[in-house]
C-alpha cells in the first residue's frame, strides 16, 4: 500500500465514509480486467460440484456497516439470498483495524469456501487471506484488482498479478447511468439535466460519463437538445471543468448535504430541472432541495427512493444501480461449481450486475413510448450494438 | 500469612466487588436483550412459551459460549497442539487467546493514560483525538528518518515520535485548563473531532506521497502461523510497572495525586497546580500516543484507525471498573480485550449483533459509576468509610 493510502486510513471515520460510499470506492476505469465473469475456469475447487452439499458461503462486513442502506447491507442480501438457496452461510462484523484479519481468519476456520469482503479498508487483509488460503475463494465487493494490486494504485511495489483465487465485483455502472440519462433527456421540461460529483474518481465520473451519453443518445435518436451541465463528455479530458464537491475526501466530501442542497440551487438557478448526484451522502441535500423545488433527482448506488423514503424520494425518478447483491450470489455460485477466481467480475446490464431502479411514482406517468425506448436500449447495451464510450471525447 | 497480609487481601477483595458486580449485571443486561431480540423466538411466545424461552435462552448461553470460545479458545485443544509440537496446529489453537493479548495492548496504554489524567483530578475525554494524532505522529516520524538508519533504530524513535504527538496533543487542552481555566472535558471532546480531520489534511497535502513503504514493525513475541501477538504486549507491561512506580513511589506522582485530591489544599501546601495538571495531561495523552503507535506499527500495519471503535469511551470504562490503578487496568485490558475478540466470534457463530458488545460494555460502566445502584441491586451494605477511597485518594 501506498502511504498516503496508510495514513488515509488513519482518520478512520473519514476513511470509512470514504470506502462506505461506493463513489470514493477508488475502481479504476474498465480496461485490464476481463468483461462479462467466465465460467469456471480451474481446479476442482473445495466442494464437490454437484449434488445438494453447497459451500459455505460468508460476507466480512466492514466496522459499523450493516444497516447502511447501501453498500454493506445489499451484500448483506446477497448472503441471505445464498442462505434461502441452500447455502450454509456466516458473516462477520468488524469494529477496529485489526479486526479485519482476525475475522476472515475466524471464517475461514468456520470452513467459509467463499468469502466476500465488503469496504475499502479490507483490502489488505483480504490480498493476505488469498495468498495464504489459496483453496478458498475471495472476492471484493466495488473492486478491480486491474493489475495494480490491492491498493488499486499502479507503479508501486504491490502491483501483483491478481492472485487465482480472488475476484474483484466491479460494476460497469455508466451502463445503468446512460439509462438514467436518456430517460432524463426524455423527462425534462428545461431541456437542461445537471450532475456532479464528490471527487474527480473513476468510479464516480463512471456515473457522469454514462449520463451524459444517455442524453447524447437522446438527443441523435429524437432530435433533442437536452444539454448536461456540470460535466462535458466531449472533452478528452471532462473532470478538470467539471462539477464537484472537492474537500478532503472525508466526511466534507461525502456527508455535506448543505453543500449538495447549494449546488442543486445553482443549477435550478441555471434552468436545471433533473439533478445526478453522485456524492454519497453529500446528494442527499440535493435531492431534498430538487423535491422542494418540485423538480426532479436520479439516485446513485441503490434505489434511493427506498433508501432515502418519503417525503424527499418523491423527486427520484429513478437510480442508476449496482446489484451487488446480485453479483455477491452469483459469485457464491460459481465459487459452488469450484470457481476460485483470477478475473475480476463485471457487473453489467447484459448480467443484471448494474441496473436501472423501478420508477415507483412516476412508472404511470411515463409515456409508454420512453419505457419502451429503455428497453430498447436496454437491450442494445446488452449486446453491445450501443456503447456508452461512443459518445464520449476520450472515446473507446 | 500475616495478618497485615491477610488484611490487605482483604482489602483487595472488597475493592473488586462492585466491579466484578458492575460487570455481572451487564453481562446480565446483556442477557436479557439477546432474548427480548430474539423475535424468531418470541414470536411463539404464545404458543410454546416454555419451548420459546428455552430456545431464548440457549441462544444466550450459544452466544456467550461463543464469545469465551472466540477470546480463550478451546484448551483441550491447545494442550493436545502443544503437545503435537506442530507449529500450524499451535498456531490455530492459540489464536484466539493470541488475538485476545494482541487487542489488550493498545487497552493497557489508553487505559494507563487515562488513569494519570483521572489521578490528577482531570477527565480526559480525548483519547480518541490522542490515538489519532500518535498515529499521525509515529508515521510522520518512521518516514522522515526512515531509510538512513537501521530499521530498530527508527522503530524506536518512531514509536517515541508517536507518543511525543500524543503528548502534545494532550499537553493542549492542560495548558488550556491551567492558563484559562477552560474545562478540559469540554477541550478534549473538540480535540476528538479537529484529530481525523487534522490527519487528513496533513495526508492530503501529499506530503507523503511516494514515499517507501518499508516502515519497521514491531516484532512478533511468537513465530507461528496466524499469531500475530507482538513485542508491544511486553511493553505495554513494563510501563504499567513504571506508571504505577511513578504515580505511588515518586514526589511528582504524589504531587499529581494531591492535586487530583483537593487542587486548593495542593495548593496550599506549595504545590504549582498548573504546572501539575498541564503535566498529567501531557504524560496522559503521551501514554495514549504511545499506544497508538505500538498499534500503528504492530497489527495495524499503518492501516490507521483504532482497535475499537468508540475506543476513548471504552477506555473510560476499563479505567474506571480497574479502580484506576495500573494493576487493574492491565488485569480489565486483558477482560476488554477478551471481550471485544471474543464478540467477533460471536457474531460469526450465531449472528448476535456486534452492537451488543457495545451494550455490554456501557452498561458495566454505568454500574460501575454507579456503585450505590450497582449495590442497591445485590443487596450490598454500602460502603464502610474507613476504606480508603478507591479513585482519588492515596
Known amino acids: 500500500m501506498t502511504i498516503s493510502r496508510r495514513l488515509l486510513g488513519l482518520g478512520a471515520s473519514a476513511a470509512l465514509i470514504f470506502a462506505a460510499c461506493s463513489s470514493g470506492a477508488p475502481t479504476t476505469a474498465p480496461g485490464t480486467g476481463g468483461t462479462a465473469t467466465s465460467g469456471p475456469t480451474t481446479a476442482p475447487g473445495t466442494a464437490g460440484p454437484t449434488g445438494k452439499a453447497k459451500i459455505v458461503a460468508c460476507v466480512a462486513f466492514d466496522t459499523g456497516g450493516l444497516g447502511d442502506k447501501g453498500f454493506n447491507d445489499l451484500a448483506k442480501k446477497g448472503l441471505e439470498d445464498a442462505k434461502a438457496a441452500g447455502y450454509t452461510t456466516f458473516f462477520s462484523e468488524a469494529q477496529g483495524a485489526t479486526d479485519y484479519t482476525n475475522n476472515i481468519q475466524t471464517l475461514i476456520d468456520k470452513g467459509c469456501q467463499a468469502i466476500v469482503t465488503v469496504g475499502f479498508l479490507q483490502s489488505k487483509a483480504t490480498a493476505d487471506a488469498a495468498k495464504a488460503n489459496p483453496k478458498i475463494a475471495f472476492a471484493q465487493v466495488d473492486t478491480a484488482w486491474n493489475a495494480c494490486g490491492p491498493d488499486f494504485t499502479c507503479g508501486n511495489a504491490d502491483d ?20 438514467a440519462g436518456y430517460l432524463a433527456a426524455g423527462w425534462t421540461k428545461s431541456g437542461k439535466v445537471g450532475t456532479y460529483g464528490g471527487l474527480a474518481f473513476p468510479g464516480v465520473t463512471r456515473f457522469m460519463d454514462g449520463l451524459y451519453a444517455g442524453i447524447q443518445y437522446h438527443n441523435q435518436q429524437k432530435g433533442t437538445t437536452v444539454k448536461l451541465l456540470g460535466w462535458d463528455g466531449s472533452l478528452k479530458d471532462p473532470s478538470t471543468s467539471g462539477t464537484f464537491v472537492g474537500g478532503s475526501g472525508g466526511n466534507d466530501t461525502w456527508v455535506n448535504p448543505t453543500k449538495g442542497e447549494e449546488l442543486a440551487k445553482t443549477f435550478l438557478d441555471q434552468g436545471v430541472d433533473i439533478v445526478h448526484p453522485v456524492a454519497g451522502g453529500t446528494g442527499n441535500g440535493s435531492i431534498k432541495a430538487m423535491s422542494e423545488a418540485g423538480k426532479w433527482a436520479i439516485g446513485v448506488d441503490t434505489d434511493q427512493y427506498l433508501s432515502i423514503g418519503p417525503p424527499t424520494n418523491k423527486a427520484i425518478l429513478t437510480s442508476a444501480q449496482k446489484a451487488i447483491d446480485v453479483s455477491v450470489l452469483d459469485f457464491f455460485n460459481q465459487a459452488n461449481t469450484g470457481y476460485l477466481g483470477g478475473k475480476d467480475y463485471s457487473g453489467t446490464i447484459a448480467n443484471n450486475g448494474v441496473l436501472l431502479s423501478p420508477f415507483h411514482d412516476y412508472d404511470t406517468q411515463l409515456s409508454a413510448e420512453l419505457k419502451a425506448e429503455l428497453a430498447d436500449l436496454k437491450s442494445a447495451l446488452g449486446l453491445g450494438t450501443v456503447k456508452v464510450c461512443t459518445f464520449l471525447g476520450r472515446g473507446c | 500469612m500475616g495478618s497485615s497480609e491477610l488484611r490487605r487481601f482483604g482489602e483487595l477483595l472488597r475493592r473488586g466487588v462492585v466491579p466484578a458486580l458492575a460487570l455481572i449485571t451487564a453481562f446480565l443486561a446483556g442477557a436479557i436483550l439477546i432474548v427480548l431480540t430474539d423475535f424468531d423466538n418470541l414470536q411463539h411466545l404464545g404458543s410454546d ?23 480463550i479458545g478451546d484448551p483441550g485443544k491447545i494442550v493436545a ?72 533504530l527508527v522503530l524506536v524513535i518512531a514509536l517515541a515520535g508517536g507518543a511525543l504527538a500524543g503528548a502534545a496533543y494532550g499537553y493542549v487542552p492542560g495548558l488550556l485548563k491551567a492558563r484559562t481555566g477552560a474545562h478540559e472535558v469540554i477541550t478534549t471532546l473538540m480535540l476528538n473531532v479537529i484529530a481525523p ?36 504486549l511486553v511493553a505495554a507491561l513494563v510501563v504499567a510497572v513504571a506508571v504505577s512506580y511513578v504515580l505511588f513511589r515518586t514526589t511528582l506522582g504524589f504531587e499529581l495525586r494531591a492535586v487530583g485530591f483537593s487542587p486548593s489544599a495542593a495548593r496550599g501546601a506549595g504545590m504549582r497546580t498548573g504546572a501539575a495538571t498541564m503535566l498529567a495531561m501531557a504524560l496522559s495523552g503521551g501514554l495514549v500516543g504511545l499506544g497508538s503507535a505500538f498499534f500503528q506499527l504492530g497489527p495495524a500495519s499503518g492501516l490507521g484507525g483504532a482497535p475499537t471503535a468508540n475506543m476513548g469511551y471504552v477506555a473510560l470504562a476499563l479505567a474506571l471498573i480497574a479502580g484506576l490503578r495500573p494493576s487493574g487496568v492491565v488485569l480489565m485490558a486483558l477482560f476488554f480485550g477478551a471481550l471485544n475478540t471474543g464478540a467477533k466470534n460471536m457474531v460469526i457463530a450465531t449472528g448476535i449483533p456486534l452492537a451488543l458488545l457495545v451494550v455490554i460494555i456501557g452498561f458495566a460502566m454505568l454500574f460501575v459509576a454507579a456503585p450505590s445502584l450497582t449495590r442497591k441491586i445485590w443487596r450490598l451494605p454500602p460502603p464502610t468509610m474507613t476504606a480508603k477511597d478507591p479513585s482519588f485518594g492515596t
Request: proline share 7%.
Open chain 2, 197 to 232: 480531520n487534522l490527519v487528513i489534511l496533513i495526508v492530503r497535502s501529499g506530503i507523503f506521497d511516494g514515499s517507501g513503504s518499508a516502515i519497521p514493525k514491531v516484532p512478533l513475541i511468537f513465530d507461528l502461523p496466524t499469531v500475530r501477538v507482538d513485542y508491544g
Open chain 2, 49 to 71: 412459551p416454555v419451548g420459546a424461552l428455552g430456545a431464548a435462552v440457549g441462544r444466550v448461553v450459544e452466544g456467550y459460549g461463543a464469545l469465551f470460545s472466540g477470546a
Open chain 2, 81 to 152: 497442539a502443544i503437545q503435537s509440537g506442530d507449529a500450524d496446529h499451535i498456531g490455530a489453537a492459540i489464536r484466539p487467546i493470541s488475538e485476545t493479548l494482541l487487542i489488550t495492548t493498545p487497552f493497557i496504554f489508553v487505559g494507563l493514560g487515562l488513569t494519570v489524567s483521572f489521578r490528577a483530578g482531570l477527565i480526559n475525554l480525548g483519547a480518541d483525538g490522542q490515538f489519532a494524532i500518535g498515529a499521525l505522529g509515529a508515521g510522520i516520524t518512521a518516514i522522515v528518518i526512515g531509510g538512513n538508519l537501521p530499521p530498530v
Open chain 1, 160 to 179: 501483483t498479478p491478481q492472485p487465482a483465487n480472488f475476484t474483484g465485483l466491479d460494476y460497469q455502472v455508466d451502463q445503468a447511468a446512460m439509462l
